[in-house]
């Protein structure tokens, strides 16, 4: 059982109130940590700000020859890391062995883009006006940043706030969930270990309650960072109208299978990712249009790979699906099937809860747009299938959402994959692969209600940096 304490400006300190970090799997006790106050905060921010303005901030080569070293021991740490992260989180262990090595890379990736950071030269001849003008840009950091990392990916989305962000030389105050703090401080362990300087970085953990209103509320905080829920990051960006707020939400995303496409193939990988971590991942496939012809034939393909997923303890090696995070969002996920049933779908596979808790992969076909497993974020293991009379009505439907995260299409036409390219309306677009997949180097975000930034070390830096015109008169 491991204990944490709060990492305040980069000095540990410990709090009267604790709070127990439960298995989501079986509700033992996995550790302790440390509860933090508005006090707390406060102190944080007041901190990070003054390292801001102090100018003490490591030049572009240090922070560079950090996050690689960092990116070093992570890898050196990586089973450790990946068994604190399995045990509070429920994701069964070779997914989170996965998660450890994708965030080795983003430290590698923003490493990369701690070298590149340069401005621009201004084409100031461009105009009469610039005649004897020499024009360029400076790119320089915005100031504090609060970051409110999510439960479903504790890691590499923690990675995917303080990498870029230290990169671009902005200090961060990171609030992680409270059902996943443990994976954060041992992340923040790390980085002190290779040097992060004081006031760069704290780690609060406690009641969003209680701390959320630190981060919108005090001007010092220039950038907020927010993976979640729809409802919550609009809330904080109606809260925050003069920061820098960076969105990422939810989605439903769709995925195609046209007549064309290799059944089996298609097959293989929306069984391996439609499911993974119980379908608590933004871009889990959840809505699937397959093509009248080849409907049958798709699910003679699909149905056998997913009833021989293995459901249940996470941290043994053969689980491909484990736990939902809590019991009310797996009895909020039951209900919705039951619904769809009671409205005329019709279950395939799954749909029951198991004898340990958990709840199986689930196909569901017969669905209709409007039910809840097509039209809201079910976020959990089940995939509803809609079958489409041709591709036209496969996009629309696709479209047819107020989330546009990911979404995928599986075919061996060309011209339907360059379609599809242009025509679907969402922040990534996968080609015979799962929505589910994602490059931790490619710029990765939505549309509408999945939000309103791009992640991706060399896209997310610039988010935490701005860009300062010089213009200097030439003698003549």
């Not at 439903?252 to 007549?259: A, R």
């Amino acid at each position: 059982m491991r204990t944490g304490q709060l990492l305040i400006a980069g000095s540990w300190e410990d709090t009267a109130e604790h709070t127990e970090v439960l298995s989501p799997y079986d509700s033992s006790v996995v550790g302790t940590v440390a509860v933090a106050g508005r006090e707390h905060i406060e102190r944080a921010i007041d901190l990070a700000h003054e390292a801001h303005r102090s100018g003490a901030r490591p030049p572009e080569h240090a922070r560079a020859e950090m996050l690689q070293a960092a990116a070093v021991q992570i890898r050196e740490r990586a089973e450790e890391l990946a068994q604190v992260l399995a045990a509070e989180a429920g994701k069964p262990i070779k997914a989170a062995r996965g998660e450890i090595a994708r965030g080795a890379d983003t430290f590698e990736f923003s490493a990369v883009e701690a070298r590149k950071l340069c401005g621009e030269v201004i084409p100031t001849t461009g105009s009469s006006a610039g005649v004897d003008k020499l024009g360029f840009t400076l790119l320089q950091p915005k100031g504090v940043v609060g970051a409110i990392s999510p439960f479903n990916f504790p890691f590499n989305l923690v990675c995917h706030k303080l990498a870029p962000a230290f990169a671009a030389g902005c200090p961060v105050v990171l609030k992680p969930s409270g059902d996943t703090p443990l994976i954060a401080l041992e992340l923040a362990k790390i980085l002190l270990d290779v040097g992060w300087p004081r006031g760069f970085l704290s780690v609060v953990t406690g009641p969003s309650s209680e701390l959320g209103p630190a981060f919108t509320e005090r001007e010092e905080v220039t950038v907020l960072s927010f993976t979640g829920s729809t409802d919550v990051g609009y809330r904080i960006a109606s809260d925050s109208p003069k920061k820098t707020v960076l969105l990422e939400l939810g989605s439903n995303s769709p995925v195609i299978v046209d007549e064309s496409a290799d059944l089996a193939f298609a097959a293989e990988r929306i069984a391996a990712t439609a499911f993974s971590y119980a379908g608590q991942s933004c871009i889990s496939a959840q809505r699937l249009y397959v093509h009248a012809d080849v409907a049958e034939a798709f699910l003679d393909e699909l149905l056998p790979r997913v009833e021989a997923l293995v459901t249940g303890d996470p941290m043994d090696d053969a689980t491909d699906v484990g736990p939902l995070i809590r019991t009310h969002d797996r009895d909020r996920i039951v209900s919705w099937i039951e619904e769809a049933v009671a409205a005329g779908a019709r279950i395939r596979t799954g749909g029951a809860i198991n004898d340990d808790g958990t709840l199986p992969a689930t196909v569901l076909d017969q669905v209709t747009p409007d039910m809840k497993v097509s039209c809201q974020e079910i976020f959990g293991p089940v995939l509803a299938v809609q079958v489409v009379a041709d591709f036209e009505e496969a996009l629309r439907l696709s479209n047819d959402s107020d989330f546009g995260l990911h979404a995928g299409l599986f075919t061996t036409t060309l011209d339907r994959a360059l379609l599809a390219a242009r025509e679907l309306d969402f922040g990534g677009v996968t080609i015979n692969e799962s929505p589910t997949f994602r490059l931790d180097q490619q710029p990765y975000g939505g549309v509408r209600d999945s939000g309103n930034t791009r992640e991706g070390p060399a896209w997310a830096v610039h988010d935490y940096l701005e860009e300062k015109a010089i213009l200097i008169t030439m003698p003549r």
